[in-house]
């Protein structure tokens, strides 16, 4: 299913630029054609096969996600769903090297987070380590000149220059990123759908923008997130070979979101304005800032875990786990395809943002008479831990 709405949300992107654009797609489909169609296959079938591997190994060591009071699953699913994109990601970068800039740095990052991602998702670490090796690793992104230093032109046509206030809201960008994509982790498919979108728009916008290594890294990226995807729905094995992201996985994608996001957004190399940002992770983002405010409004922390994501208001209001993946997946397509349409119609920041609001406004008195109509949930599936981020989960409440 999310493998069709993902086709169906690059078909619609396409149309959509091919039209605003008087027929002009840019590069991205000479660049899948070719060798670089079969490098693109070559990450399929390797991170397919990554995938078996992972979870016959998991199995052996422990790294299993067990029925419990709060997981409501059946069988011992592995979390191996983020080791085996990670290790798509050696794959792509032994194929073309030269695709990701700073790739050594990256990977850094990304190999230190997914390792306590690994251990969290196996022993079940404590919030604050977590956190901190987020922030540490916002400062190593920083350190390397990886930070938001502008937010576009949202001063009426002038740039907005945040001096070292950039490196400020960067941190709170990277950790806030990472923990959108893991709070969205509730359903089977979502995760790794949305990515696809955020991903799939990325790859779009760097292809129009004439970074061809940067549209074929995302695209890669894509790539590797769908053998995942089939394998986390059942497609087609069943469920005897199912898996989870974990939150190894969740961590990994949403760093890796907002290490690309800066790359689209900053420098003169930048190919989309900062605010259209907000349109490619539109659906995690708006929804974690509207379940935390909503906490805060009732007393309670922010963190403290609840049945009112997306998922869980559009399950309770009587649609099937496969109906609701839908659902999101395609708000999520229609929201970044606004973005890329605003930014190859050269609307300035400040109404892109304005564009935005109404967006986050409309979305919130949907979800808000969504909760009214519905009773309050006890914890059934997979409860949070209370000392937990974020989780992955099937039918899940999130850790954070």
């Given at each position: 299913m999310p493998v069709k709405f993902t086709v169906l949300a690059v078909n619609m992107l396409t149309r959509l630029v091919t039209i605003a654009r008087g027929g002009s797609v840019g590069n991205l489909c000479q660049l899948l054609s070719g060798a670089s169609m079969l490098e693109i296959v070559y990450v399929f079938l390797s991170a397919l096969a990554l995938?078996?591997?992972?979870r016959k190994a998991a199995r052996k060591v422990g790294l299993v996600d067990k029925p419990n009071v709060r997981k409501h699953h059946s069988g011992h699913i592995p979390l191996v769903g983020g080791v085996s994109v990670y290790l798509s990601l050696?794959?792509?970068y032994f194929l073309q090297p030269a695709w990701l800039p700073d790739f050594s740095v990256y990977i850094f990052c990304a190999s230190l987070l997914l390792l306590v991602g690994v251990l969290d998702d196996r022993f079940d670490l404590p919030f604050l380590p977590r956190m901190l090796l987020q922030a540490?690793?916002?400062c190593v992104m920083m350190w390397?000149?990886?930070y938001l230093y502008s937010l576009g032109d949202l001063l009426f046509g002038a740039p907005l220059i945040l001096g070292g206030l950039g490196y400020a809201i960067t941190l709170f960008a990277v950790i806030g990123a990472i923990n959108a994509f893991n709070m969205v982790d509730g359903i089977d498919g979502l995760l790794g759908a949305l990515s696809c979108v955020t991903f799939g728009a990325l790859a779009v916008m760097f292809s129009l923008g004439g970074r061809d290594e940067l549209a074929m890294w995302c695209t890669s990226l894509v790539t590797a997130c769908l053998p995942y995807i089939l394998l986390n729905l059942g497609i087609p094995w069943g469920r005897k070979f199912k898996v989870f992201m974990g939150d190894a996985g969740s961590t990994l994608i949403g760093f890796t979101v907002i290490w690309l996001l800066v790359l689209a957004t900053q420098g003169i190399d930048s190919v989309m304005q900062p605010v259209t940002a907000l349109w490619f992770i539109a659906?995690?983002?708006?929804?974690?800032?509207?379940?935390m405010i909503s906490r805060v409004r009732q007393g309670n922390s922010p963190f403290k875990p609840d049945r009112e994501h997306l998922h869980h208001l559009l399950q309770r209001a009587g649609l099937s786990g496969r109906a609701t993946l839908a659902v999101i997946v395609t708000v999520a397509s229609l929201m970044a395809a606004c973005g890329i349409l605003?930014?190859?119609n050269r609307v300035a920041g400040l109404w892109q943002l304005v564009a935005y609001a109404g967006a986050f406004a409309s979305f919130n008195l949907v979800m808000r008479?969504?909760?009214?109509r519905q009773p309050v949930l006890s914890t059934g599936h997979k409860q949070a831990s209370p000392h937990g981020l974020l989780n992955d989960a099937e039918n899940s409440i999130p850790k954070f």
């Open positions: 995938l078996f591997i992972a050696w794959i792509i540490l690793m916002a390397n000149g990886y659906v995690p983002l708006m929804d974690m800032v509207r379940v605003l930014e190859i008479k969504l909760s009214y």
